[in-house]
């Protein structure tokens, strides 16, 4: 396809569809390979400063609202996922009555089951390793509604990595390694439940990072329209040991996090709120790897933002009595990009604090933003320090919504939500909401003193964190 037949705005965006937006002119190689050596299909475009501002108009204008309504042209891969069943070759991991699901629409008024509790957590090794306070909060509330470790939740060690980044990042893995990984997990899953006296599937996994999200989300459309993949990781998962009756176990539903905090935004306000939050301006940014990757997966809801954008965070935001505020690059990736943050570290850091950070605090003058994947919250929270060397003065806190939630339920800011581990300052917002920084420091650094005289406490008993399965 020529230039000039291309619509404004398809310039120079990454062919997944999950990475930041178009690259700037100049950094055309010799080489054949493309813009900053990312393939030939990264080309500069040369655009005029008048034709950019037509291109994002161009894009504004058809992502604002949601005008995509592909109707009978896209068929749900969840029915060819039962006749698969149906004609023997896999097992599907079905979410049941006891997991206590809650209906939502999909991008397409198509209906998804999110179970809410018997829930198996998929950690994430980039929210462990850099936003602990992310998946604690998230246990905290579990154990807020009484949910009982080890029967209503399972947050074992006997998982991995879902390797995306890896894959996204530097192209080294391929989709069979992706599909095995997607396949030993949900397996153990499904048979993590043994060791305890309940039959299989009796815990339903819950995946905590986006990035895992939409990678299993993809795998899973893969597995099932490919019946070559299918047994090329049949024979991997059966040296694994990782077959049911010589079958692969996929789930009926692939569940993120934000969902489940989306459908029990309404008992977390009306049962465990305690902070009002009316005054605070917060602003969201949806991870890519939700609602862009594998698209009709993701949650919408008429009364929120008149269905015209996905529902998650924005719901939560709302249900607390927050004041959530817009802002024109929405849309924009958060600059990680996978393959920016490895190879253009200063597109990556640019492209945060001048499309995000910046646009956020002149424009919604926000208090804070919540994002819900592992890869936005680092990008947008770690990299605010590169300004101050570009005089770029301007900073604000990034957490995830459940660690906001958290907060306004009265969870400890260092103990639970763990802020101590931001780099954006968090202590204004803090104080803003009614707490003592200085005094929840205090109280956390007597804490300390008691984690080193041997006296632990622990949101579960860590005896559940290991299955004991190969």
């Given at each position: 396809m020529?230039?000039?037949?291309q619509?404004?705005?398809?310039?120079n965006?990454?062919?997944?569809?999950?990475?930041?937006?178009?690259?700037?002119?100049?950094f055309?190689?010799?080489?054949?390979q493309?813009?900053?050596g990312?393939?030939?299909?990264?080309?500069?475009?040369?655009?005029?400063?008048e034709?950019?501002?037509?291109?994002?108009?161009w894009?504004?204008?058809?992502?604002?609202?949601?005008?995509?309504?592909?109707?009978?042209?896209?068929d749900?891969?969840?029915?060819?996922?039962?006749?698969?069943e149906?004609?023997?070759?896999?097992?599907?991991h079905?979410i049941?009555?006891?997991?206590?699901?809650?209906?939502?629409s999909?991008?397409?008024?198509?209906d998804k089951?999110?179970?809410?509790r018997?829930?198996?957590?998929?950690?994430s090794?980039?929210?462990?390793g850099?936003?602990p306070?992310?998946?604690?909060?998230?246990?905290?509330?579990?154990?807020?509604?009484g949910?009982e470790?080890?029967?209503?939740y399972?947050?074992?060690?006997?998982?991995t990595?879902?390797t995306a980044?890896?894959?996204?990042?530097?192209?080294?893995g391929?989709v069979?390694?992706?599909?095995a990984?997607?396949?030993?997990n949900?397996?153990?899953?499904y048979?993590?439940g043994?060791?305890f006296?309940?039959?299989?599937?009796?815990?339903?996994?819950?995946?905590?990072?986006?990035?895992?999200?939409?990678?299993?989300?993809?795998?899973r459309?893969?597995?099932?329209?490919?019946?070559e993949?299918?047994?090329k990781?049949?024979?991997?998962?059966?040296k694994?040991?990782?077959?049911?009756?010589?079958?692969?176990?996929?789930?009926?539903?692939i569940?993120h996090?934000?969902?489940?905090?989306?459908?029990?935004r309404?008992?977390?306000a009306?049962?465990?709120?305690?902070?009002?939050?009316?005054?605070?301006r917060?602003?969201?940014?949806?991870?890519?790897?939700?609602?862009?990757?594998v698209?009709?997966?993701?949650?919408?809801?008429?009364?929120?933002?008149?269905?015209?954008r996905?529902?998650i965070?924005t719901?939560?935001?709302?249900?607390?009595?927050a004041?959530?505020?817009?802002?024109?690059?929405?849309?924009?990736?958060?600059?990680?990009g996978?393959?920016?943050?490895?190879?253009?570290?200063?597109?990556?850091r640019?492209f945060?604090?001048?499309?995000?950070?910046?646009?956020?605090r002149?424009e919604?003058?926000a208090d804070?933003?919540?994002?819900?994947?592992?890869?936005?919250?680092?990008t947008?929270?770690?990299?605010?320090w590169?300004?101050?060397?570009?005089?770029?003065?301007?900073?604000?806190?990034?957490?995830?919504?459940?660690?906001f939630?958290?907060?306004?339920?009265?969870?400890?800011?260092?103990?639970?939500?763990?802020?101590?581990?931001?780099?954006?300052?968090?202590?204004?917002?803090?104080?803003q909401?009614?707490?003592?920084w200085?005094?929840?420091?205090?109280?956390?650094?007597?804490?300390?003193?008691?984690?080193?005289?041997?006296?632990?406490?622990?949101?579960?008993?860590?005896?559940l964190?290991y299955?004991?399965?190969?």
């Amino acid at each position: 396809m020529s230039s000039k037949d291309q619509k404004p705005g398809h310039h120079n965006v990454s062919p997944d569809g999950a990475g930041a937006g178009t690259m700037k002119p100049g950094f055309h190689n010799t080489d054949g390979q493309g813009v900053a050596g990312h393939g030939s299909f990264f080309q500069a475009t040369d655009l005029s400063a008048e034709e950019a501002v037509t291109a994002t108009e161009w894009v504004r204008k058809h992502v604002d609202r949601r005008t995509v309504d592909l109707g009978d042209r896209m068929d749900d891969v969840r029915d060819h996922m039962w006749q698969l069943e149906k004609e023997g070759e896999i097992i599907v991991h079905r979410i049941r009555d006891d997991h206590d699901p809650k209906s939502v629409s999909t991008l397409f008024g198509w209906d998804k089951k999110v179970p809410t509790r018997q829930l198996w957590h998929h950690k994430s090794c980039g929210q462990c390793g850099n936003i602990p306070g992310y998946p604690t909060s998230l246990l905290w509330f579990m154990n807020k509604f009484g949910f009982e470790p080890g029967k209503d939740y399972l947050d074992e060690t006997d998982q991995t990595s879902c390797t995306a980044w890896n894959y996204h990042g530097s192209g080294i893995g391929n989709v069979e390694s992706l599909a095995a990984v997607f396949l030993r997990n949900f397996h153990q899953a499904y048979v993590s439940g043994n060791r305890f006296g309940y039959e299989p599937g009796h815990f339903f996994p819950l995946v905590h990072c986006g990035t895992s999200f939409g990678n299993y989300k993809e795998i899973r459309k893969y597995l099932i329209e490919s019946a070559e993949l299918r047994e090329k990781v049949t024979k991997i998962l059966g040296k694994l040991g990782r077959l049911v009756d010589g079958k692969l176990v996929i789930p009926e539903e692939i569940i993120h996090y934000s969902e489940w905090v989306h459908v029990m935004r309404n008992r977390i306000a009306s049962e465990l709120q305690t902070i009002d939050v009316s005054h605070i301006r917060t602003t969201t940014h949806v991870a890519c790897h939700y609602y862009k990757m594998v698209h009709e997966d993701a949650v919408y809801d008429p009364t929120v933002l008149g269905g015209n954008r996905t529902a998650i965070i924005t719901s939560t935001a709302q249900a607390l009595g927050a004041q959530v505020i817009d802002y024109s690059t929405w849309y924009d990736c958060c600059g990680f990009g996978f393959r920016h943050i490895i190879s253009e570290r200063e597109f990556t850091r640019s492209f945060t604090m001048d499309r995000k950070i910046r646009v956020a605090r002149e424009e919604a003058k926000a208090d804070v933003m919540l994002a819900n994947d592992t890869g936005c919250v680092t990008t947008m929270d770690k990299n605010q320090w590169i300004g101050r060397s570009h005089e770029q003065n301007f900073t604000m806190p990034i957490m995830a919504e459940v660690q906001f939630a958290a907060l306004a339920c009265g969870a400890d800011p260092f103990k639970i939500v763990q802020l101590q581990w931001h780099a954006s300052p968090c202590e204004e917002l803090v104080e803003q909401m009614g707490i003592s920084w200085d005094e929840s420091k205090q109280r956390f650094q007597a804490y300390l003193k008691e984690v080193e005289a041997g006296n632990i406490e622990h949101l579960y008993n860590p005896e559940l964190a290991y299955g004991g399965t190969a």
